[in-house]
């Protein structure tokens, strides 16, 4: 992913919270000389590596399991974008988009079924936790977490990763004023302006 300097955070541990709070993002692998995506959801480990899961009848899935792994697969998150009219800036300048993206290098390691059922009984417990009535895995019948053995479950190590945060940066003289129209539209753009806001509270 090109990045401009000044739009690239190097800071693994914000690299890592964006992940934990997007969660949902999409794996990219090689699959018969083509470029296959899965979306999954993810979650982060202790050692900062992440644990995701998909179908076994997915045939990405199937490569891995009669073929090998990857020699490295890239996951994509993305969070919130929005259009940044040039009729917002001092000075005349072209249109652009103000957007937050995270691009992943990861290698791959498959996950035992004990430790599967485990990454799936936290995902659950962080995602139940927040519902008016959770339903934990515990609280599952030992016949529906059978459909565990459909599932194939992966850790990935991270290799690399490029955090883009174009969120008008360089453009200080605008800024306030920028947050203001995006506070004024959807839910993508108000997103936006809070990433701005962010971005620049004073430490």
Not at 33 to 56: C, E, Q, Y
Not at 87 to 96: C, D, F, G, K, P
Not at 157 to 172: N, W
Request: proline share 3%; charged share 20%.
């Amino acid at each position: 992913m090109y990045i401009r300097a000044q739009h690239r955070n190097p800071e693994l541990t914000e690299a890592i919270e964006f992940v934990r709070n997007q969660a949902f993002g999409i794996l990219i692998a090689p699959l018969n000389k083509r470029s296959w995506g899965t979306h999954l959801p993810f979650i982060v480990n202790k050692d900062l590596s992440l644990s995701s899961h998909m179908a076994k009848a997915n045939p990405l899935a199937q490569q891995w399991l009669n073929e090998g792994l990857p020699e490295e697969v890239l996951c994509i998150f993305k969070g919130a974008g929005a259009y940044i009219s040039g009729s917002w800036y001092t000075q005349e300048e072209v249109s652009t988009y103000n957007y937050t993206a995270l691009h992943v290098y990861c290698t791959v390691n498959l996950s035992s079924l004990e430790q599967t059922l485990s990454d799936l009984d936290t995902l659950m417990h962080t995602r139940e936790s927040k519902q008016k009535n959770p339903k934990f895995m515990s609280e599952y019948s030992s016949e529906t977490l059978k459909q565990v053995r459909g599932v194939l479950g992966f850790n990935l190590e991270i290799r690399d990763f490029y955090f883009a945060q174009k969120l008008s940066q360089e453009r200080t003289e605008d800024r306030a004023k920028v947050i203001a129209h995006l506070a004024e539209g959807d839910v993508n753009d108000q997103a936006v302006a809070s990433a701005m806001q962010q971005l620049n509270k004073p430490v």
